[in-house]
């Protein structure tokens, strides 16, 4: 009985979050804005990701970064530290954003002024997959330490995801991580999935990601 | 405004969970058992630990697992393999497990037959803190490659958690995890917790955490 009703009550919630991202993707297609959604299990190495490709990028585009968390600016006080101007949305609680959250988020930053947003999630597998924000893209990151299962086990997130981000692998020598089985499994789910590995540490793939992340904003700027 | 009503019916839920959560309670105790819900993010390390501690343990006590995955089932395969019986929850796309489903499972284990049972929970450090589900402790798993800031971020977790295992140590030497702040971070926040250092592949702590199941398990019994 309780799971019906929470279904029901899902079906609202995610059909008013659709109709305003499909505004926030309209307000930022007017004004050729690539905006990237970022998702990842807590510790995966998103603010990482993001600080690296702030510091091979930012002198070449504007960005603007918009930090969830439930609790703390920790995050946001790295991208500020590195000259970008972050946006903080604390959730007190909610495990996901969502396109009213972003919608009050963009109001802080000048569009006309900016060619790509990066949007790190609140870190969970599970329930940011569920809420479109009006993202030009949805990027995941993966970590090594994770497993090479996690495609079983969350198959939305990757499902959704236009890019898989496998981070940490820095790791992969001191682990049984499987790469080739994690991509078997997450091209079943989403043949169209780009996969992307990457270390922060060694810098391997950063490169690659920057790569993409540029072609994307030049796409979206047209 | 979608903020407030999203409010609400978190409220409404998590009332009417708690009231079920108690009744499970009650029976457990009536029958002396022992229940441990164990919650984490992805890949931190949960069924290693499960499975570990089945190994170590069940020539001892009457063991039974419940294994909460939005989808799949290897990881109650893995327990059934060690002789134990697994109750799988598939929760088809929800973010934790609730008291009515474990209401659900429990119509399936001879209480009276069991001293502990082992609760699997979806692997996200934010929405399972939320959900009271009867048990009589409540452990949370954070792996070293997660990270040592977490207690930042998910403070809630580490609120209700009454014992935290920080698994895969052995990455710490691979890893800048500083554990002193980790500890320093998690009892600011709980004060009672108490904190156990393990590591599946090398074996460290798991002694001491079958120290710990074991003191809960008589304690339960009386």
């Not at 993966?142 to 692998?169: C, I, R």
């Not at 499987?178 to 789910?189: D, F, G, H, Q």
Request: aromatic residues 6%; glycine residues 6%; contains cysteine.
């Amino acid at each position: 009985m309780d799971k019906v009703r929470l279904i029901d009550i899902k079906k609202t919630i995610l059909s008013d979050n659709y109709d305003l991202a499909a505004e926030i993707r309209q307000e930022l297609r007017q004004n050729g804005v690539f905006m990237l959604n970022i998702m990842a299990s807590p510790g995966a190495g998103k603010t990482s990701l993001i600080i690296e490709t702030l510091r091979r990028m930012k002198e070449k585009y504007h960005f603007a970064v918009i930090e969830g968390d439930i609790e703390s600016q920790v995050d946001a006080e790295k991208v500020a530290k590195e000259g970008v101007s972050a946006v903080q949305l604390r959730t007190g609680g909610s495990c996901h954003l969502d396109a009213p959250m972003i919608k009050e988020a963009l109001k802080k930053i000048d569009l006309s002024a900016t060619d790509v947003i990066l949007i790190e999630n609140i870190g969970n597998l599970v329930c940011p997959a569920d809420f479109d924000l009006g993202q030009t893209r949805k990027a995941m990151v993966l970590s090594v330490p994770e497993g090479d299962d996690k495609a079983l086990k969350y198959p939305l997130m990757f499902s959704v995801s236009d890019l898989l981000v496998v981070s940490k692998t820095d790791y992969l020598e001191y682990s049984d991580f499987n790469y080739e089985a994690l991509k078997e499994r997450s091209e079943k789910l989403n043949p169209q999935l780009k996969i992307i590995k990457t270390s922060a540490k060694t810098g391997e793939g950063l490169e690659d990601f920057c790569l993409w992340l540029q072609e994307e904003i030049e796409a979206a700027r047209n």
